[in-house]
């Protein structure tokens, strides 16, 4: 009865690949959020939606790509994978957008080489 | 923007020692602030937090005090643990704005 889950929990690939990690979460919450954690540990948000609808989005490479299919799940999609893309990815819900407490995944350690 | 600066460096103390981490924040507005900790190979569980000035979140023995005149929320506890040992981030958000600002987090290390 995990609240929030990833998939993978590991993804070593190389340079060039496309892939996907997968969130979802059974809280019956509105939003879902993306993190990046770098190798020093720092987070910083990556993109947000609200019901199916995307209302943050950082500077982040357009070779990511963010996907809901419903309000309970928010994939990623990583075109052409960098080295610096080597980072934890942290999926993570929150009740609605008023909502300032999230709930975290265990995190995806995605290594490219 | 919205920031939060926590102290440098990693804290490594022995068992039983009183633990602090300091937290001081940037935000317009009145944010809401956050304890998060990650125990290795885990990912972020909420610790404790405050929604409003001198609210004192506590859990786990743990406490942090939401100081509007220093917009500081440091993080204490009195004896602390093995099992204590982890990243502790400290984080805000302004409501209506759902996105978490985070500190760069301590590694907290408690030697036996």
């Known amino acids: 009865d995990t609240a929030v889950s990833q998939t993978p929990k590991y993804l070593v690939t190389q340079m060039g690949n496309d892939k996907s990690i997968k969130c979802e979460q059974n809280l019956g919450h509105d939003t879902m959020y993306w993190y990046k954690q770098d190798s020093k540990k720092f987070l910083k948000i990556m993109f947000s939606?609200?019901?199916?609808?995307?209302?943050i989005n950082e500077t982040v490479p357009n070779r990511f790509s963010p996907k809901s299919p419903d309000k309970a799940h928010l994939n990623l999609h990583i075109n052409s994978l960098e080295l610096g893309d080597s980072a934890v990815y942290f999926c993570?819900?929150?009740?609605?957008?008023?909502?300032?407490?999230?709930?975290f995944g265990p995190g995806t350690r995605l290594t490219v080489l | 923007g919205d920031s939060v600066t926590q102290m440098e460096g990693p804290v490594t103390l022995s068992e039983e020692a009183f633990l602090t981490i300091n937290c001081t924040y940037t935000a317009t507005g009145y944010p809401s602030l956050f304890w998060y900790v990650q125990y290795p190979g885990e990912g972020l569980q909420l610790l404790l937090k405050?929604?409003?000035?001198?609210d004192k979140g506590s859990n786990k023995g743990f406490e942090a005090t939401y100081r509007k005149e220093t917009t500081s929320f440091h993080l204490e506890k009195g004896s602390v643990q093995v099992s204590d040992s982890a990243v502790y981030f400290c984080?805000?958000?302004?409501?209506?704005?759902?996105?978490?600002?985070f500190g760069k987090g301590n590694q907290v290390v408690v030697i036996p």
């Open positions: 939606y609200n019901n199916k609808e995307l209302i």
């Open positions: 984080a805000l958000s302004t409501y209506g704005n759902n996105r978490l600002a």
């Open positions: 405050a929604t409003k000035a001198d």
């Open positions: 993570a819900s929150s009740q609605d957008v008023g909502s300032n407490e999230q709930f």
